[in-house]
């Protein structure tokens, strides 16, 4: 089974800086797929950014962007230029490419707090 | 243009007690998924349908059961409430389409549970 670990549980940047979120993962697969989601105090889950394993580029998106490298099973969110409403919980997750028909859902870090100060 | 909607937003339940929870989606997803998120925790899947007329167990199914007789409905149900299902759940669905798993999980809001 694969597990998601997120090491940092809570974060602190100031407005307009970068802050990098931290996510390892461990699997045996070679294909995959890996996600950041953002949870405000809403409590709704929004993705953020999403990487497929067999792609070498970084995935980007605006102000967001991942350092993914395969071979440490690392998948790291840097966020530039932070915003005050940047701040909710970030979770990393995990996504088997063709596991059981590939619907076995998502497994998740346990999150990352990220606090904005202004 | 309602997504991922799930009925009730929040529940206060007596132990023993049985209710379902409804989710539903409009944008024709074939996946539909169960999580769970305690405090502390990221969310864990409970059950999943990978199409009308089917399901399968998550990683903590026990204690819950799930049914799919429409494509675009999701439920799931609590038979005999106990206070350890104290929890926000989560409804998520996606597409198939080509690659399976590179297809977002689109969630709705969830809906915060509470067993006394």
């Known amino acids: 089974a694969q597990t998601v670990t997120q090491s940092q549980p809570e974060m602190s940047v100031q407005e307009a800086e970068t802050v990098t979120l931290s996510c390892t993962y461990d699997?045996?697969?070679?294909?995959?797929?890996l996600f950041w989601y953002k949870q405000p105090p809403s409590r709704q889950m929004i993705l953020v950014i999403r990487?497929?394993?067999?792609?070498?580029q970084n995935a980007t998106e605006n102000r967001f962007s991942v350092n993914f490298q395969k071979a440490a099973k690392s998948f790291s969110l840097k966020i530039s230029d932070s915003q005050l409403g940047d701040a909710a919980m970030y979770f990393c997750a995990y996504r088997s490419r063709y596991s059981g028909g590939g619907a076995d859902g998502l497994t998740f870090g346990k999150g990352t707090h990220l606090i904005i100060q202004p | 243009n309602a997504g991922v909607t799930q009925t009730p937003k929040f529940r206060v339940l007596k132990t023993g007690q049985s209710m379902t929870l409804l989710c539903a989606q409009d944008m024709n997803h074939e996946y539909m998924y169960w999580y769970r998120q305690d405090p502390g925790m990221g969310l864990r899947l409970i059950h999943y349908?990978?199409?009308?007329?089917?399901?399968a167990k998550g990683e903590v199914p026990d204690g819950y059961n799930v049914s799919r007789l429409k494509k675009q409905n999701f439920l799931l149900g609590l038979e005999s409430a106990a206070p350890s299902q104290t929890s926000v759940y989560f409804c998520a669905s996606s597409y198939i389409q080509g690659a399976v798993g590179n297809q977002p999980q689109h969630f709705g809001d969830g809906t915060r549970l509470s067993i006394l």
């Open positions: 990487q497929e394993a067999y792609k070498q």
């Open positions: 699997t045996s697969e070679s294909d995959y797929y």
């Open positions: 349908s990978v199409g009308e007329g089917t399901t």
